[in-house]
């Protein structure tokens, strides 16, 4: 693949060759090692490659958390704004998705984010995080497709975890 | 040393865009795409750049808006705009970028949006928006510039403005 493509498709993987090219550069003596900032160079592309990554990921990780309120606190007064906010997110995230970042972006991180985000609002009003099971209960794919509802799907999961108590 | 990332970052970035594609011409440096990360650490200058530029042009927005609507009931959400503009603006400020800014063509795009801001039932623009920003890069990051005092100096400058001609004519 070259240069062109590998930056359009899988920015990360670019980002980390280049790197490791400047890393090699500024080992080697050379007139340019006075001239070029290798730390903030370098720091600055490492964070290029990563940004819309993190993008995603933080669309993800809202999505989720505001489905875990909307199922934890379904009387508050926001539940409407943070369903149109997870249709929106999802939308954002799926928009920006590269295949390549499939083997960067940890889900389990992201659901442990997303219920750690959620728990905090919740309990600042009293509610608890529903009983949701430690794993993330979503695959990348199901986050992925145009048609996938987090909140039928947690509620759905809530309701069986509880009646089988 | 505090490096020019900190102080000057047009600077910095345009310095160091300069020297990789230098670089890119030496022999016995590794293959990579040294033009497309020469231009990747340009834009991290120019987007510090656009940054202050969209900051003080959302502060202009909302003083024309303010002179041409006084009696907007936005005045709240117009003080807001006018004091997150100004921090986005300090945010990113450096020399270079200050030396680089266009006030007059930034006055003119606020202008514009202001425009297609405020609302039809306001007829008429006031007259004597001058083409030149009536305020100085210092007067728009004063810590006591706001939305009220903005517009307050806007009618103070903007009645009192006379073609120059005019005021020639009547020494």
Known sequence: ??????????????????????RRLAATPGSWGNIIDWENVLEEIESLGSEQRRAVESLLENALAHALKVV???????????????????????????????SRIDIEEIWQDACEQASDTLEAFDRTLP?????????????????????????LLTVKRTSRQ | MKSL?????????????????????????????????ASAIEDVGR??????????????????AGYCDPDSLLRHERNRRVRSGQSEAERDLSPTIRARLDLDRLWREAFDQAMTEIPRRVLGVPPGIPRTCPFTLDELLADDFTYDRAVERLYILLTSWRPKAEKDRER
Request: aromatic share 8%.
């Open chain 2, 5 to 37: 990332y900190d102080t000057d970052i047009l600077r910095w970035s345009e310095e160091q865009a300069a020297a990789l594609r230098m670089l890119a011409d030496a022999e016995a440096i590794p293959s990579a795409d040294w033009d497309r990360v």
């Open chain 1, 72 to 102: 934890g606190d379904p009387n508050s007064l926001s539940t409407e704004r943070w369903k149109k906010e997870i249709v929106n997110f999802l939308r954002q995230a799926r928009k920006k998705i590269k295949p390549a970042m499939r």
């Open chain 2, 47 to 64: 987007s510090a750049l656009v940054h202050v530029e969209d900051g003080l042009r959302t502060m202009l927005v909302q003083a024309i």
């Open chain 1, 131 to 155: 009983d949701v099971p430690q794993r993330c209960p979503f695959s990348f794919d199901d986050l992925l497709d145009a048609d996938f509802d987090p909140l039928r799907h947690l509620r």
């Open chain 1, 1 to 22: 693949m070259d240069f062109a493509t590998l930056y359009a498709e899988d920015v990360e993987t670019w980002a980390e060759l280049q790197v490791d090219a400047l």
